[in-house]
Every structure is written in C-alpha cells, then in structure tokens.
C-alpha cells in the first residue's frame, strides 16, 4: 500500500469550526443570565460579558491547537514521545492529589472533588490532558505489540497495559471523583483495543471485569446511587424531588422549546432553574433555544464528524494512526453519546461536557487538538500499487478526458 497526500477532509473542518461558532453564540446569550444567578445566589461580581469573554478566549485557544495541530506539528513526531507524554499526565494527576490531600490552594475544588490546578490567572483541568495522553500511548503501545507478535500475551501485553489504564481510571474516578471522565477513559481503552487485533475473547473478559468494577463503583458511592434513584424515579414517572431536579428542568426545557425554540437569548432555564446550564446542560438550553430543528442540526453536524473520523480510518495505511483516529472517534462519540442522554432522562446525570460547545478552556483545547490530528491524517490516503509486470493496457485511457482522446484521434 502507498500514501499520497490530498486535500483535508472539509467536513471535518467545517464541522469543527461550526460547533465552535455555535458554542460561542449560546454562552453569549446565556452568559449574563448566569452571571446573575452566580452574583445573586453567592455574592461574587461578575460582569455580564464575564462568560462570553472567557468562552471567546478558549475559541481562540482551541483554534491555535487546532490548526498547530493540523498544520505544523506531524503526528509521526509526536508518536515518538507517547510514553513520556503519557508519564507527564500521570504524574500531574498525581501531584493534584497530594495538593489536594494537603489543602493546597494550588489544588481548586468545587462540591468537594479537586479536579483543577488554580494558576491564578487560569486553571488547568489535567484529566483533558490525560485522555489526549492516552490516545497517544494506546496508539503507540497497541502498534508495537501487533508489530511484536505479542499481542494477547499475559506478561508482555495485558500487564504494562492494565497497570497504565489502571492507573489513569483509579486518579481520574477515585482521586478526582469524575465518573464522566472515567466513561471517556474507557471508551477510549477499548474502542482502540477492538481495532488492534487482540483476541475477541479476552476482549470480552476484560469488558466485562470492567463493566463489574464500574458498577462496583457505583454502588460504594452514595452520590452516585442518589443520581441512580433519581433516574430511575423519572423513568417511571414518580414525583419530582430535589434528586431529580437537575434532569425534570433539563428535559422541560427542551420540551418548551418545541419545534424552532424561543429563540436566542429568551431562556428561561438559563436564568438559574437548570444547573450548570453553560457547561453540562448546555444541550438543553440549545433545546430550549433553537427547538427540535436546532436539536436535530446539532447532532447531524456531531454524527457527520464522527462518520468522517472512521472513514479516516479506513483509507488509514499505518495501523498506529488509524488506532489514533480511532481513539479520538471513541472520546468524542463517549461524551456526545453521554451528554445528550443524561441530558434527555435516558441514562443518570453525570458530568460530561458537550465537546466544543460546553462552556470550558481545557476540554475544548484539548479534543480541538485531537481532531487537528485527525484531520491532518485526513490528508492521506492508501492505494494499492501497480506491480512492475502487470499489464497496464486495460488501464490506458482511464481518467483521459474526451478532448484528448479525441485529439489522438485526428
């Protein structure tokens, strides 16, 4: 097989950008409302550009790593530094905790669970970086073992492996307490383990060992059991309580919203009913605010994406980068798929952004960076080589327009 470089994949681009557009213009209506409610309800003093500068600032960061992505950085170099990268984010994962443990005032904690570093002037949510991290090293760690014939094997494969995803999982859903995170981990782990080739039998093991630990921690967790009460008393119908505030309000706003929304900026969950309406709730308010045609829209520019993403993969010669593309696929499909279910009562809420819309610098910038590496993968595609002895005879003549065949002719 051979690579010829091409022209970028356009609909990855638009799309892109165009979710980025979008985010920009939904924090910019609801921004001053929330910053109301959080100057009413905590005393602090916003300003009522406070939300859409910040917004606007992450768009411009996320284009950079974007197109730094696309552009000038080959992923070809980045490959080589996978495991280091890889160390970086577990041990910035690390350092959080102790912060945290300590009291540091390095360490920022909202609802008890210490998930950023406070720089100051910007905080740093080091589980984004994790999951770029992993892609990389999942990518470069399930290349060389296929390459090695060890694939499969206890002691030269699964070993190194669970103790880097255990690793991850365990500072991520038990250190930082983000079970939404946690899913993307996950999706990411076996979305590529499914495309390297390991036997389908253990891969099935290792799902469900991790499905049962999942669901262990779950059960151990009396936050997350109310979050499953909740859910389970909206899907048949009982009253509305405290538990299932967050998911009746998410779910009313989109039903208020009906078939073109109330337009932009007429919300009026985004006023202080529905929680972390910029951030988690963001595809409710869209509800509310475009109907269910901007609904509609929204996920068919995420579901084109996605389809471009596994199209790259498949015209993807080297197996490391198509498990790359895969990756990045699987984390965004993760938090997608999540979102909008949690937000439309079909599974329990749980945090998860809405990649490239929610409110946020972190997670935009970094998922911006991931699909400029897809993207940048987009600009090659395999052909099969023509051998030296075949005939080419019935080939003569393919692509020849009719004006030059005709010239040959007269």
């Known amino acids: 097989m051979k690579t010829r470089k091409h022209k ?141 014939g060890s694939i499969g094997k206890w002691k030269e494969f699964w070993l190194p492996l669970l103790i880097i995803c255990g690793a991850s999982l365990g500072l991520v859903v038990i250190a930082q307490g983000d079970l939404g995170t946690g899913v993307a981990l996950i999706a990411i782990i076996f979305g590529t383990l499914l495309m390297s080739g390991i036997p389908m039998h253990q891969y099935l093991l290792m799902l469900l060992i991790t499905i049962t630990v999942a669901v262990g921690a779950v059960v151990v967790s009396p936050h997350r059991m109310e979050r499953i009460d909740a859910w389970v008393a909206t899907l048949s119908g009982g009253e509305s309580s405290d538990s299932t505030y967050h998911v009746d309000n998410a779910m009313l706003a989109i039903g208020v919203g009906g078939f073109f929304g109330v337009g932009v900026g007429n919300s009026v969950q985004a006023t202080g009913y529905l929680p972390e309406s910029i951030n988690d709730s963001v595809f409710a308010i869209m509800g509310e605010t475009f109907g269910f045609v901007g609904l509609f829209l929204v996920i068919a520019v995420f579901a084109a994406l996605l389809l471009r993403m596994l199209k790259v993969a498949e015209g993807t010669a080297k197996l490391d980068d198509r498990l790359l593309v895969v990756g990045v696929f ?32 972190t997670s935009m910038v970094f998922i911006a960076f991931a699909i400029g590496l897809v993207l940048q993968l987009s600009c090659y595609t395999s052909r099969e080589v023509i051998k030296e002895n075949e005939d080419t005879s019935s080939r003569r003549g393919v692509g020849r327009t009719y004006h030059s065949s005709r010239r040959r002719r007269s």
């Open 8 to 148: 970028s994949d356009l609909v990855i681009l638009f799309s892109t950008l165009g979710l980025m557009a979008l985010g920009l213009i939904v924090i910019y209506a609801i921004g001053p409302m929330r910053a109301n409610v959080l100057n009413s309800t905590y005393g602090t003093n916003y300003d009522s550009n406070y939300f859409f500068l910040g917004q606007l600032r992450s768009v411009v960061l996320s284009l950079v790593a974007f197109f730094v992505a696309f552009k000038w950085i080959p992923y070809q170099y980045i490959k080589k530094f996978a495991k280091p990268i890889m160390i970086i984010a577990l041990a910035m994962s690390v350092l959080l905790w102790l912060l945290a443990v300590s009291g540091s005032s390095l360490a920022k904690c909202e609802l008890g669970q210490c998930r950023w570093f406070n720089l100051g002037f910007v905080s740093f949510q080091p589980a984004e970086f994790l999951k770029l991290a992993l892609v990389f090293y999942l990518a470069d760690y399930l290349a060389r073992k296929k390459e090695e």
């Open 330 to 361: 699987s984390w965004t499909l993760a938090q997608v798929v999540v979102n909008i279910m949690a937000m439309t009562g079909l599974i329990p809420v749980t945090g998860i952004t809405l990649p490239l819309l929610s409110y946020g610098g």
